[in-house]
């Protein structure tokens, strides 16, 4: 080879090599800070802990907190949320004509966020008013990505929302530009919270099958250095939706993950994708720096941010908040006779938190008592045409924050029960009357004993009737007793025939069908009218009061904190209205076994028997090979001998 032919395959490889370098410099990125929150539900002011020793929270914190981690960090900085940044206060009352809670988080300086379940419980119409009224503000908001949630499953019916998607603009992702990053960011709803809004009226597409869609086009379209996956679909003890999204789907660096209310202390690593979660309610926010190299994603800090009494709280937003405040009394407490701040009663007594029991399955006072003031609802408002309420019914799911102690105000009392809105349009779920079998209510016992370790949501709370259940016996054969409250304190049988007056708020009601799916169809509730039918429309039996007007389920609990003043010492305590037992005594274990029990204990005896039975022949028939064995021996020497 020449002397000039080596130089030019030197020039070559050279150039080949020099080529190769933006390759590899594209696979890492400088460090990126994202501060983050989730499911922060309409929580403007810093609320009481459970204890009642402070405060916690508050997008009036919030905003003094996210000025803070801005100013002290040395790289680029994003800031977004993970969806149900509504319903949760007294303020959501004026989501569909104010968007109180999205022009917040633009003011906080949110970049993106994405709309969880609780964004469609004004229905979808209620999404698509509150858009358009975000966007009439004329203030700065934040981009919101969806990706798979925006399909209306009847177009005609959902053509407003469709509309005031495409007009926000609401996109399956956005890419941000900061300090020479390109950070994409897409959302995704889960398949449990579609679940829990039943009346959405949209097309859920699979989370990983959006996810890869978007990431593939993000990836060969717009060259992002990062990739955010904002996830309102929830982790829960290392397991759930977003950890299988991350295990199924390449190329997403860091998943934000809503819903499930989580807190990680530490990241979830799943392959090349970290997964995190601060907690609702504003309790925190989340600080997460990572740093792309040729080996992968790094990470360089993580925190959870106490937003605590050490906080101060930012003028700006309080001012903010006070506006909205003032008009919610102006509006929608108006027709209530009611005012944001009004104390309604007294309490002496420190509740646990209803979220905070997670998967504890026992009696919860304030279950009892907003149990109760259903009944004393129905009362006041039937008068003298009172049909008496057999049982009153509570699942966890429904109740949103915990009774403080101390003075107990009107907004204490919708934030414990703040969710939806009624067929008046009107926020807040109103209670519905229908009627279960005996047989039914078991079930509905039955579903509180085994469901509850797979929804927490659905455990029961109630009045009028008594259970109990051991933990270890058998699923969906858990019930051990059950019983009728008389007016006078004494019980009665419950008759499995005979119909029986129920009454929850009109969500509960939606919701029984994915409580029965998750008991795999061995548990059926079926609401019924007086005569016994099957009930197609449950918003036909709304209770109304004297003058027409829905009862809600917060107007009952405000309505009966007001009657007592005080609250009553009978919720000082349990009263045995649900016992839990997690004996082993092999009587509680067996004793009223349900058919399906003993079918699988005939299941487990036969193949038993079945097994003894292969176990038998197959020593049997060892022991004659080797038998017919030791004999050939003994002939095989007699014969030689």
Known sequence: MGKMTRILCALLACTLLLGSVPALAAESAPPLTILFTHDTHDHWYPEPT???????????????VLKREREEADNAVITVDGGDFSMGSLIQTIYSEEAPELRALGALGYDVTTLGNHEFDYRADGLAKMLNAAKASGEVLPAIVQANYTTPLDPEAGAAV???????????????????????????LGEDADECAPMSGMALEPIVDAAKRVVEELEEQEDPDYIICLSHSGTENGKGEDVELAKKVDGIDVIISGHTHTVLEEPIAVNDTLIVSCGPYTENLGVLTVEKGTDGLALLDYRLVALDDGVEEDSAMTAMADSFQELVGETYLKDYGMTYDQVLADNPYIFTAISAL???????R??????DSYVYAVQE?????????????????????TLPQGAVTTADAFNILSLGIGADGTPGYPLISVYLTGAELKDAFEVDASVTPLMPAAQLYGAGMQWSFNTHRMIFDKVTGCAQILPDGSTAEIEDDRLYRVVADLYTGQMLGAVNAQSFGLLTITPRDESGAPLEDLESRIIQDQNGAEVKAWYALAGYLRSMGTVDSRYSGPEGRKVVSDSWNPVELVSHPRLLTVIVWLVLLLVVVLAVFLIVRLTGGQRRRKGYGRRSRRGYRSYRG
């Not at 997670?358 to 919860?364: A, D, Y």
């Not at 304030?366 to 149990?371: M, P, R, V, W």
């Open 381 to 401: 408002a039937e008068g003298t045409d009172y049909v008496p309420v057999d049982f009153a019914v509570v699942p966890s799911g429904v109740i949103r924050a």
């Open 162 to 188: 469709t509309q005031a998607l495409a007009d926000y603009p609401v996109t399956s992702y956005t890419v941000i530009e900061r300090e020479g990053l390109r950070i994409g960011v897409f959302g995704v």
């Open 366 to 371: 304030l279950g009892n008592l907003i149990a």
């Open 50 to 64: 459970e204890d009642g020793t402070g405060t916690y929270g508050g997008y009036t914190r919030l905003a003094t």
């Open 358 to 364: 997670g998967l504890v399955q026992e009696e919860e």
